[in-house]
């Protein structure tokens, strides 16, 4: 199954701003939106955002998530060496019926 | 407070059937969509299948289907993923998610090895 397109690392210094990206098509990200995970090394992974700028009440606002047609993008504000983490994007694709992934982007904090 | 605790995962041979299991609480749980996503060993994460609130609608990953098994037993807020025919690149820990509009809760998985 075909999945989203993440750059596999991002790398930024301490109190910068990241910009995570996520390709998809029109049948997923450019249909109802992306959702953005954390995941930290030996741990589930963590609801950031969902349809696209959503964002559950105790996530902190420094991470902002938008879209762009069939692209979406994470904002980190201000990073933190918390932030250091793997980011999935994820979105329901209508024409495979399917949930797809993006492969994951590896932030590192410098 | 959600809470979803996976179990079931084992170590198998090539071929074998497994069953997992996930317990959910902390929410209305039927009227919730329900997946499991797996993420083989240092790898990203790949969703498996996901059941209707009311066990109506069923999907399945390309990878699994003809495989696997997605039930729910809403009288007792289960989930279920009977796996057949188990290969080795099934290899993975399994995470059962609570789906509201996204992968919004996450148990912390059950490792299956083949």
């Known amino acids: 199954q075909a999945g989203l397109t993440q750059p596999p690392s991002v790398s930024k210094g301490l109190g910068q701003t990241a910009t995570l990206t996520c390709v998809g098509n029109?049948?997923?990200?450019?249909?109802?939106?992306a959702a953005w995970l954390q995941q930290n090394p030996g741990h589930p992974p963590k609801l950031l955002s969902y349809?696209?700028?959503k964002r559950p009440s105790e996530i902190s606002e420094r991470f902002y998530a938008s879209r762009s047609g069939d692209t979406a993008s994470l904002t980190i504000i201000g990073l933190q060496p918390e932030d250091e983490a793997d980011y999935y994007c994820?979105?329901?694709?209508?024409?495979?019926?399917?949930?797809?992934f993006g492969g994951g982007t590896r932030l590192t904090v410098l | 407070e959600v809470m979803l605790l996976e179990s079931g995962g084992n170590l198998v041979q090539t071929g074998a059937s497994l069953r997992l299991s996930c317990a959910a609480s902390?929410?209305?749980?039927?009227?919730?969509?329900m997946n499991w996503v797996r993420q083989a060993p240092g790898k990203g994460l790949e969703w498996v299948s996901v059941?209707?609130?009311?066990?109506?609608?069923?999907f399945y990953a390309e990878s699994v289907k003809g495989r696997f098994i997605i039930s729910r037993d809403n009288s007792q807020n289960m989930v279920y993923l009977q796996m057949y025919g188990l290969r080795v690149d099934d290899t993975a820990v399994y995470y059962c998610?609570?789906?509201?509009?996204?992968?919004?809760?996450w148990g912390r998985g059950t490792l299956v090895t083949v």
């Open positions: 998610a609570k789906e509201y509009d996204a992968f919004e809760s």
């Open positions: 902390g929410f209305t749980f039927h009227r919730h969509a």
């Open positions: 059941i209707g609130g009311r066990g109506d609608g069923t």
């Open positions: 029109v049948y997923n990200v450019g249909n109802e939106g």
């Open positions: 349809r696209s700028n």
């Open positions: 994820s979105a329901w694709d209508s024409s495979l019926s399917a949930w797809v």
